[in-house]
């Protein structure tokens, strides 16, 4: 069998590098690809290429291949950056992660490392794809406090064709151990974080660049008291705790409680908050997601139970798919779920295997009680 080529896409960190590194030991002619997406604020205390490029030709020079440096700013800017200030502007809360995947790293990497001659690519998340009839499924990482699948839902079945998950069996003190006994320093860098591509950073004073702030009042959504002032739906999410600066208040005979954000107006520029994280109004039985899209080409059965994930850091919960059609699909949860927020994303799951998703629309006591429910 003649030699593959696959190029990996390498961010400077333990994973990808790693990555690299197992499939070279499979022998496949491996090329790695550092892509730089973001340039608005290279000199920027918080934007750290410069390093991780460092770091990618450190590994490269230690796993003997070659790297190729290329920029996609102006693709990340198009389809990601945009659609990330259009989704905080209307008062949403977006996982820029999932659209970076499906539009960057899953599509317009593919497409350059295609056109180098490689057969596929790989990249380090913790995930998994099989063929299993004819068709490419996403699985769950063996490590499930790593596991990524929920962040690459969006991918379709000639992406998945396309690409390798070194990483699907391992855990990640696995992979640290890895890098250590094959002398890659970066086997103790520490993981990157924030936004992708752009880094960990306030987040506050980095959307104001973007988004001029408008100041707006905080109300009590139960009698709709006035409780101050915010400087900005955008810079707000559902179940949100820190950065009200509305203090705690004790209600008669009762210990004083945290407030949280429960909704927003966004005609009355209002945020509303309650008290309390048991308070009803954060907890929710039921979704309706849009902007659907299917692993399998085809939508899951209606009617049938699966397992729903509605934040990375969320547990998977059981949920009914009430309904599912061009409009959107509904999910009825077995037990209410806790801040629901409209614009984040929502992977359904049939045991290790996802199956796709949406971006969460709304979220409310029983979507199904509402009548339309046909199915498909």
């Given amino acids: 069998m003649s030699e593959k080529t696959v190029v990996v896409g390498l961010s400077g960190g333990v994973d990808s590098s790693v990555a690299a590194l197992l499939l070279k030991r499979q022998g496949y002619r491996v090329i790695g690809l550092f ?15 410069r390093q991780d490029l460092l770091d990618v030709m450190s590994v490269a020079d230690v796993l003997g291949i070659e790297v190729e440096v290329v920029n996609f700013a102006a693709e990340y800017r198009e389809r990601v ?3 990330f200030l259009r989704e905080y502007q209307a008062g949403r809360t977006p996982n820029p992660d999932v659209l970076c995947n499906s539009e960057i790293k899953f599509k317009a990497f593919l497409d350059h490392a295609l056109a180098l001659g490689a057969d596929c690519i790989a ?25 990524q699948s ?50 960990e950073r306030p987040f506050k004073a980095f959307l104001s660049r973007y988004l001029p702030p ?29 950065g009200l600066h509305i203090g705690g208040r004790k209600e008669a005979g009762g210990a004083q409680e945290a407030w949280f954000v429960a909704d927003k107006d966004m005609a009355r520029n209002v945020l509303y908050v309650v008290q309390g994280r048991a308070h009803p109004a954060l907890w929710r039985a039921s979704l309706l997601a849009r902007r659907l899209s299917w692993i399998a080409r085809e939508a899951p059965r209606p009617r049938w139970v699966y397992a729903a994930k509605s934040r990375h850091r969320g547990e998977e919960a059981p949920c009914v798919l009430t309904r599912v059609d061009d409009a959107g699909c509904v999910l009825d949860f077995a037990r209410p779920q806790w801040a629901l927020a409209p614009g984040q994303s929502v992977a359904l799951y049939e045991g290790r295997v996802c199956l796709g998703g949406g971006v969460i629309e709304s979220a409310e006591e029983n979507h199904a009680e509402r009548g339309n429910t046909h199915d498909v």
């Fill in 123 to 147: 990249t380090g998340h913790y995930a998994g794809v099989i063929e299993n009839a004819g068709r490419h499924q996403l699985l769950k990482a063996e490590d499930g406090g790593k596991d």
């Fill in 81 to 83: 950056f945009a659609e």
């Fill in 214 to 242: 408008q100041k707006g009042e905080i109300r009590r959504l139960d009698d709709d008291c006035l409780l101050g002032e915010h400087d900005g739906l955008m810079y707000h999410t559902i179940g949100q705790r820190k």
């Fill in 35 to 49: 892509m730089k997406n973001w340039e608005d604020d290279d000199d920027d205390a918080y934007c750290a290429s």
């Fill in 150 to 199: 929920y962040f690459l839902y969006r991918l379709n079945q000639a992406q998945l064709a396309r690409t390798l998950f070194p990483l699907a069996a391992l855990y990640k003190r696995e992979v640290r151990k890895i890098a250590a006994d094959a002398g890659l320093h970066v086997a103790v860098k520490k993981d990157s974080t924030g936004i992708c591509f752009i880094g």
